[in-house]
């Protein structure tokens, strides 16, 4: 069982709407979550990072949440554009080490017309 | 934002040949550097780590001599597939880690390996 799972596994919207995406992870401890966005056949972009103490972080129209007790967090995507289609994926860092990263699977977001 | 590069984006080699392929970081020095592979539709898997000066790091499971790394400098890693063979096509990933941010971890742009 992965320790990141990320749900949906794939989500269409309409261009303009909002959408939610969910990661639930059994990584402890952790030192850090982050967001990355992914186009298809390129590298991930940092979106956002957070520490086991913070709830909330925005950047741009993309905000994370983190509930470290439940051990889940949230992307929220505002306004959504065509540009947002990609892969979305939720990494968990073990304190110590940059190295010990736990991947998510991903979700897979298309926005269209 | 630190920039990570990766050459070349994109190979198609014979199986049997070797590939090399090649991450530096830009604009800032890098003592460790990660290499992932990522099948379609799947999670990016750390295959090793990278250590300026010294030997590479491996997963479990990740075959040393097939893949071999080597960080001759703090700004330069390479991955060379050796005896590339159709399985070992895959999209690679590298990523460096800017000690001046904390503990912010820069991805290239990948390189899309085919062996035909």
């Given at each position: 069982?992965?320790?990141?799972?990320?749900?949906?596994?794939?989500?269409?919207?309409?261009?303009?709407?909002?959408?939610?995406?969910?990661?639930?992870?059994?990584?402890?401890?952790?030192?850090?979550?982050?967001?990355?966005?992914?186009?298809?056949?390129?590298?991930?972009?940092?979106?956002?990072?957070?520490?086991?103490?913070?709830?909330?972080?925005?950047?741009?129209?993309?905000?994370?949440?983190?509930?470290?007790?439940?051990?889940?967090?949230?992307?929220?995507?505002?306004?959504s554009?065509?540009?947002?289609?990609?892969?979305?994926?939720?990494?968990?860092?073990?304190?110590?080490?940059?190295?010990?990263?736990?991947?998510?699977?991903?979700?897979?977001?298309?926005?269209?017309? | 934002?630190?920039v990570?590069?990766?050459?070349?984006?994109?190979?198609?080699?014979?199986?049997?040949?070797?590939?090399?392929?090649?991450?530096?970081?830009l604009?800032?020095?890098?003592?460790?550097?990660?290499?992932?592979?990522?099948?379609?539709?799947?999670?990016?898997?750390?295959?090793?780590?990278?250590?300026e000066?010294?030997?590479?790091?491996?997963?479990?499971?990740?075959?040393?001599?097939?893949?071999?790394?080597?960080h001759a400098?703090l700004?330069?890693?390479?991955?060379?597939?050796?005896?590339?063979?159709?399985e070992?096509s895959?999209?690679?990933?590298?990523?460096?880690?800017?000690?001046?941010?904390?503990?912010?971890?820069?991805?290239?742009?990948?390189?899309?390996?085919?062996?035909?």
């Open positions: 069982k992965n320790q990141v799972e990320q749900s949906p596994q794939s989500l269409i919207i309409l261009e303009g709407k909002n959408c939610t995406l969910q990661c639930n992870y059994t990584v402890s401890p952790f030192s850090n979550l982050r967001w990355y966005k992914q186009d298809t056949g390129r590298g991930p972009v940092s979106l956002t990072i957070m520490t086991f103490s913070e709830n909330t972080k925005s950047n741009g129209r993309y905000t994370a949440t983190l509930d470290a007790d439940t051990k889940q967090s949230s992307l929220h995507i505002t306004a554009q065509l540009s947002d289609s990609a892969s979305y994926i939720c990494v968990v860092s073990v304190p110590g080490t940059a190295s010990k990263l736990t991947f998510g699977t991903g979700t897979r977001l298309q926005v269209t017309l | 934002g630190a990570v590069s990766q050459h070349p984006s994109w190979v198609i080699c014979k199986s049997g040949t070797s590939v090399k392929i090649e991450c530096r970081s604009d800032f020095q890098a003592t460790t550097m990660f290499w992932y592979r990522q099948f379609p539709k799947q999670s990016l898997m750390l295959m090793a780590t990278s250590n000066g010294s030997k590479a790091t491996y997963e479990q499971g990740v075959e040393k001599d097939k893949f071999l790394i080597n400098s700004t330069l890693s390479t991955l060379t597939v050796t005896s590339a063979h159709p070992d895959s999209f690679y990933i590298c990523s460096a880690r800017d000690l001046t941010y904390t503990g912010e971890l820069f991805f290239g742009e990948g390189s899309r390996l085919t062996v035909l």
